[in-house]
């Protein structure tokens, strides 16, 4: 079973400043399995990152997914106001089919 | 656009069989994609039910295969997801969810579901 550690758990930046999330997997992962998604209070969770790499629909360019193998990294460029969420990773494709990370809260400093 | 909507109840007794369903509306199921069922309990994070093609194929997560239905219904653009013999552990916001390639790129809006006697 694959499983997502994500880090750090929780980041307390400003807005501005950059960001960087880690995704580390206990096998390897087909970078065109891995996604990472954005979730505000009390809302669905929204896809941000699929392949890796490729940005979902209406994600600014801001954000952006790197990696191969058992470590990804989202990373936001300079921090908005709306990007104050958790963010989660997720595999496809190994089994079981779907996993997804703990989770790191990103919050304001 | 593509749109999803989770329906059910909301308030499960212990033992008893969860039953929802996802309308899709915008598409049609019978063209294609998978089709899956998310969970997040209350504070925690998020957990893969199972997935579904227009076909009636399925996925499962081990951890649940046991209990858990996933159905389609082509007919009224529809799919469901039932859990037996639920508990509090089951306690939970369910969402439906759209899969696009290798990711859920589209999602319900969640429903919550309480075990409660």
């Known amino acids: 079973e694959i499983v997502l550690t994500q880090s750090p758990g929780t980041l307390s930046l400003s807005p501005g400043e950059r960001a960087t999330l880690s995704c580390r997997a206990s096998?390897?992962?087909?970078?065109?399995?891995l996604a990472w998604y954005q979730q505000k209070p009390g809302q669905a969770p929204r896809l941000v990152i699929y392949?890796?790499?490729s940005r979902a629909t209406g994600i600014p360019d801001r954000f952006s997914g790197s990696g191969s193998g058992t470590d990804f990294t989202l990373t936001i460029s300079r921090l908005e106001p709306e990007d104050f969420a958790v963010y989660y990773c997720q595999q496809y494709g190994s089994s079981p089919l779907v996993t997804f990370g703990q989770g790191t809260k990103l919050e304001i400093k | 656009q593509v749109q999803l909507q989770e329906s059910g109840p909301g308030l499960v007794k212990p033992s008893e069989t969860l039953s929802l369903t996802c309308a899709v509306s915008?598409?049609?199921?019978?063209?294609?994609?998978?089709w899956g069922w998310i969970r997040q309990p209350p504070g925690k994070g998020l957990e893969w039910i199972g997935n579904?093609?227009?076909?009636?194929?399925?996925y499962y997560n081990p951890s649940l295969k046991s209990r858990v239905t996933i159905s389609v219904d082509t007919s009224r653009n529809q799919f469901s997801l039932k859990l037996s013999s639920v508990t509090a552990a089951d306690t939970a916001v369910y969402y439906c969810?759209?899969?696009?390639?290798?990711?859920?790129?589209?999602w319900g809006q969640g429903t919550v579901v309480t075990v409660s006697s």
């Open positions: 392949g890796a790499s």
């Open positions: 096998q390897s992962v087909n970078s065109i399995y």
């Open positions: 915008g598409y049609s199921i019978s063209s294609g994609y998978y």
């Open positions: 969810a759209k899969v696009g390639g290798a990711a859920f790129d589209l």
């Open positions: 579904i093609y227009r076909s009636g194929s399925t």
